[in-house]
T-cell receptor
Framework: DTEVTQTPKHLVMGMTNKKSLKCEQH?????MYWYKQKAKKPPELMFV???????INESVPSRFSPECPNSSLLNLHLHALQPEDSALYLC?????????????????FGPGTRLTVL | SQQGEEDPQALSIQEGENATMNCSYK?????LQWYRQNSGRGLVHLIL?????REKHSGRLRVTLDTSKKSSSLLITASRAADTASYFC????????????FGTGTRLLVSP
């Protein structure tokens, strides 16, 4: 299984709502990532989890709260978002977060959740 | 902040023609990767080239890397309509960690 799954595919929420995005992989990868991508722009890294611990937070506002319940699952909890947070949210995983000559450093991406904040 | 600038921003060609996309970056890298994205969906890894490599092939893809000029190119030969997508280069810096920094992307349209 070389697939990263994300749910939901689409999400529309108001600024006062609380919602969660979910990501799952069963490739035994130990690094998982959240990216945000605005229209016609490249993905921007938000968070990195390595061995279920938060390794990188790219100065993301606290209204985005990541969670890694186990090595296969990654959640992104959303609360009090702004309309400018509307974007495609991509999850990815890789074998490891540490660069090793012996490992293949490819990231596998999920299809994304298209989020609209009203 | 993005590391890579790509050109052209958009490229329109006919099926059977070759497509070349270029990526320039700013700081020294461990490796450079190319990804494809269809219609605002997930990205698919195409090819990785390490900083000590100059050229790499995978099927109809050819990637070059010139570390002295801090640039890379992706060539797609004998393009097909199914190659229509956005293509991003992504660099991994020499920090010891696999943190991707994406370039601005090239939107490729291949017409039948």
């Amino acid at each position: 299984d070389t697939e990263v799954t994300q749910t939901p595919k689409h999400l529309v929420m108001g600024m006062t709502n609380k919602k969660s995005l979910k990501c799952e992989q069963h490739m035994g990868h130990r690094a998982m990532y959240w990216y945000k991508q605005k229209a016609k722009k490249p993905p921007e890294l938000m968070f990195v989890y390595s061995y279920e611990k938060l390794s990188i937070n790219e100065s993301v506002p606290s209204r985005f709260s990541p969670e890694c319940p186990n090595s296969s699952l990654l959640n992104l909890h959303l609360h009090a978002l702004q309309p400018e947070d509307s974007a495609l949210y991509l999850c990815a995983s890789s074998q490891d977060f540490v660069l090793r000559r012996s490992s293949y450093n490819e990231q596998f991406f999920g299809p994304g959740t298209r989020l609209t904040v009203l | 902040s993005q590391q890579g600038e790509e050109d052209p921003q958009a490229l329109s060609i006919q099926e059977g023609e070759n497509a070349t996309m270029n990526c320039s970056y700013k700081t020294s890298i461990n490796n450079l990767q190319w990804y494809r994205q269809n219609s605002g969906r997930g990205l698919v890894h195409l090819i990785l080239i390490r900083s000590n490599e100059r050229e790499k092939h995978s099927g109809r893809l050819r990637v070059t890397l010139d570390t002295s000029k801090k640039s890379s190119s992706l060539l797609i030969t004998a393009s097909r309509a199914a190659d229509t997508a956005s293509y991003f280069c992504a660099t991994v810096l020499n920090t010891g960690f696999q943190k991707l920094v994406f370039g601005t992307g090239t939107r490729l349209l291949v017409s039948p």
